[in-house]
T-cell receptor, first 113, second 115 residues
């Protein structure tokens, strides 16, 4: 079945430094759809950004990610971390018509002053 | 803004007891889901449904039943609650997955503690 791997369980950064959260996936289908969801403390997950186009950068709220089918990756990046970016970030995968989203284990990002 | 409401917000149950978690959505969405969240395991799909009166097994269905009596309502039932089912449970809804990139809208979660 589908799987999503987020290698870092916890990332701690100083405010102003760049953010990169890793996400790789496995699927037998050739047209995957990749998502990043963010969950702030005591809140529910909400969509941050999504993509299904190979090698096209997608951006939202200062974050960006590019789906690379050749390396099965969809890393989340931001040029300068803010204190408010501290949250739990999930990478997720689906494909056409499945109606199911497979989530990675999540990465907790903590941004310190 | 999509609206998914879960009840109760938190619950303490006894081992072997029956627990019912409820979810109601006003988005007119076809798909509804139950996920459980555990530290270190992310969000795992328990059951989902794409039409009323029908449910599908997700990735971890054992020990759980689901019921979708109407488009708006989706319940998760633990017939015999166990300690291992202590977790936070999220309900979510989405529109039709015909193009495969639909957004999930999550409820606020139910924190279940089984003693």
């Amino acid at each position: 079945g589908d799987s999503v791997t987020q290698t870092e369980g916890l990332v701690t950064l100083t405010e102003g430094l760049p953010v990169m959260l890793n996400c790789t996936y496995q699927t037998i289908y050739s047209n995957p759809f990749l998502f990043w969801y963010v969950q702030h403390l005591n809140e529910s997950p909400r969509l941050l950004l999504k993509s299904f186009t190979d090698n096209k950068r997608t951006e939202h709220q200062g974050f960006h990610a590019t789906l690379h089918k050749s390396s099965s990756s969809f890393h989340l990046q931001k040029s300068s971390a803010q204190l408010s970016d501290s949250a739990l970030y999930y990478c997720a995968l689906t494909h056409t018509n499945t109606g199911k989203l497979t989530f990675g284990d999540g990465t907790v990002l903590t941004v310190k002053p | 803004e999509a609206a998914v409401t879960q009840s109760p917000r938190s619950k303490v149950a006894v081992t072997g007891g029956k627990v019912t978690l409820s979810c109601h959505q006003t988005n007119n969405h076809d798909y509804m889901y139950w996920y459980r969240q555990d530290t270190g395991h992310g969000l795992r799909l328990i059951h989902y449904s794409y039409v009323a009166d029908s449910t599908e097994k997700g990735d971890i269905p054992d020990g759980y039943k689901a019921s979708r009596p109407s488009q708006e309502n989706f319940s998760l039932i633990l017939e015999l609650a166990s300690l291992s089912q202590t977790a936070v449970y999220f309900c979510a809804s989405s529109a039709d997955w015909g193009v495969g990139a639909e957004t999930l809208y999550f409820g606020s979660g139910t924190r279940l503690t089984v003693l």
